[in-house]
């Protein structure tokens, strides 16, 4: 079966060091993948987007990288912030030769302590 | 700049009952998405409309029907409201429908169903 996942436990990381969130598929082939922030009560919000031929992506003190032979992206924030503590999600675009489709994780919260 | 709005933001239904909900977006975007999001999973895309006159089903439409009014407004209908139909709902837009395309987000329509 298909499937996108993420890490369901929250992270908690101390101020100024790096947060490494993951995100791994199964079966499916993605064109893209993009990261997206949410925050409580809000909509998501889009941060970066990376391709299935690029291994890297910054923007920042983000970084995505992607992995198709694992089947896995990493986000990276370094230098971390009290407030970049939110909900990460990913999501992947496949081939699909049509829409828009994004396939959604359940998302990751990260904590960021001062 | 309003970017993407939703109306309203919380709503509380009988079952049986129903209701349109709202979506507005002033991007000039031509594609426009419904998802719902329920704990401990993913986005999950309801329906999407690649362009205006355009409407089509996404991964989980049973229950519900869609209107794109113009090219800003996008509308949302459950026609007899059910109890597995209490989730979060946002609406999403995006320049193009093709692939990989940043979605915008609307902060969302809290519906619960009695």
Known sequence: SQKIEQNSEALNIQEGKTATLTCNYTNYSPAYLQWYRQDPGRGPVFLLLIRENEKEKRKERLKVTFDTTLKQSLFHITASQPADSATYLCALVPFSGGYNKLIFGAGTRLAVHP | ?114
Not at chain 2, 30 to 53: C, F, H, K, T, V
Not at chain 2, 67 to 81: C, G, H, Q, T, W
């Open chain 2, 1 to 114: 700049n309003a970017g993407v709005t939703q109306t309203p933001k919380f709503q509380v239904l009988k079952t049986g009952q129903s209701m349109t909900l709202q979506c507005a977006q002033d991007m000039n975007h031509n594609s426009m998405y419904w998802y719902r999001q329920d704990p401990g999973m993913g986005l999950r895309l309801i329906y999407y409309s690649a362009s205006e006159g355009t409407t089509d089903k996404g991964e989980v439409p049973n229950g519900y029907n869609v209107s794109r009014l113009n090219k800003r407004e996008f509308s949302l209908r459950l026609e007899s409201a059910a109890p597995s139909q209490t989730s979060v709902y946002f609406c999403a837009s995006s320049e193009f429908t093709r692939e990989g395309q940043p979605q915008h987000f609307g902060d969302g329509t809290r519906l619960s169903i009695l």
